[in-house]
Each structure stands twice: as structure tokens, then as C-alpha cells.
């Protein structure tokens, strides 16, 4: 699958199987994540691996939909703050870096045949006490990681005419 075709093909999997995930799989995706562009290359980002397994009740704690642990693995993208490059005005870029690096994951396991979702909307404060966060790391974002349970749905996107603007707004 070419880059443009993985684009396309990528979707939010809200089912999936059981089925493990290899490790050279898994690497694969992982390297994907750190390959990702960061501001001045400072790759101020963590992915904490989370086996479901044994573990769907405290995870469920983070975010409640079932199917959110119905695959092998539960990835975590969480932001290093103190790592970050800053532009001028002050401006952090921890959570533009570490949102880069998730895209980059996605849509590599979307490139191997996997099933991603992004959450945006689960509980930070059970996020920290569920994978042990310091308090200078921000989880922000998370998706399981598994082979989908069933074929794609396409979702509409706005066209693009009202998405792109000309020299100025």
C-alpha cells in the first residue's frame, strides 16, 4: 500500500480480535511513531504499551467503551513536556510533536493490516494513576491495537474547497 492509499484506508476500528500482535509487528509501528518530525528533533513523546489482557477492568477506568480493549494492546501517546522545543512567544510544542508521532503510528499499523482509534475523550487522572505517569508527562492520546473485526465503513470528509484557503483567509 502506497501513502495515499494508506491514507485513504485509514479508519476508526471500533471492533476488533483477539488475534496477538507479532513483535515485529509491533516494532514496525513503534518505528514508525519514532521516526516522526519534532520541533528541533527533541522528540518530546513516550508510547507506553499496554497489554489488555488481564487489565480491561483498570483501563476501562480510562476510557469505558468495550470495545477499546477487545484487541491485544492498548498504545498510549503521552507528551514530555519539559523535553519540548518552545518557539519565541513561549509556545510549547510537546502536544503538536507527540500528536505528529501518533499520526505517523496509525497509519503505519493502518499500512500493516491493523485497527486503530484515536481517544481524545478518556479521564487524564485515571490515565496517570493506571500506567504510574510522573506528573511532568501529559497522556494525550490513546488507541487500541488489534486486527479489525470487520471490513472498513467510509466516513465523509468535508470537501476540500472548504478546508483550503488562498493566500489569506
Known amino acids: 500500500?502506497?501513502?495515499?492509499?494508506?491514507?485513504?484506508?485509514?479508519?476508526?476500528?471500533?471492533?476488533?480480535?483477539?488475534?496477538?500482535?507479532?513483535?515485529?509487528?509491533?516494532?514496525?509501528?513503534?518505528?514508525?511513531?519514532?521516526?516522526?518530525?519534532?520541533?528541533?528533533?527533541?522528540?518530546?513523546?513516550?508510547?507506553?504499551?499496554?497489554?489488555?489482557?488481564?487489565?480491561?477492568?483498570?483501563?476501562?477506568?480510562?476510557?469505558?467503551?468495550?470495545?477499546?480493549?477487545?484487541?491485544?494492546?492498548v498504545?498510549?501517546?503521552?507528551?514530555?513536556?519539559?523535553?519540548?522545543?518552545?518557539?519565541?512567544?513561549?509556545?510549547?510544542?510537546a502536544d503538536v510533536d507527540a500528536t505528529i508521532a501518533m499520526d505517523h503510528l496509525i497509519l503505519a499499523a493502518t499500512a500493516l493490516g491493523l485497527g486503530t482509534c484515536w481517544v481524545a475523550a478518556f479521564d487524564p487522572d485515571a490515565a496517570r494513576e493506571v500506567l504510574g505517569l510522573p506528573a511532568d508527562v501529559e497522556p494525550l492520546a490513546f488507541t487500541p491495537l488489534g486486527y479489525p473485526d470487520q471490513a472498513a465503513r467510509g466516513t465523509a470528509r468535508r470537501p476540500l474547497a472548504e478546508l483550503v484557503k488562498e493566500e489569506r483567509w
Do not use: C
Open 1 to 73: 500500500m502506497d501513502i495515499f492509499e494508506t491514507i485513504a484506508a485509514r479508519h476508526s476500528v471500533r471492533g476488533y480480535k483477539p488475534d496477538p500482535i507479532d513483535d515485529e509487528t509491533l516494532g514496525r509501528v513503534l518505528e514508525a511513531a519514532r521516526q516522526a518530525p519534532t520541533a528541533a528533533n527533541r522528540q518530546p513523546f513516550r508510547i507506553v504499551v499496554v497489554h489488555t489482557r488481564g487489565r480491561e477492568e483498570e483501563l476501562a477506568r480510562i476510557y469505558g467503551r468495550d470495545w477499546f480493549t477487545q484487541g491485544p494492546l
Open 75 to 93: 498504545l498510549a501517546v503521552v507528551a514530555v513536556p519539559g523535553e519540548a522545543w518552545q518557539r519565541s512567544d513561549g509556545k510549547s510544542y
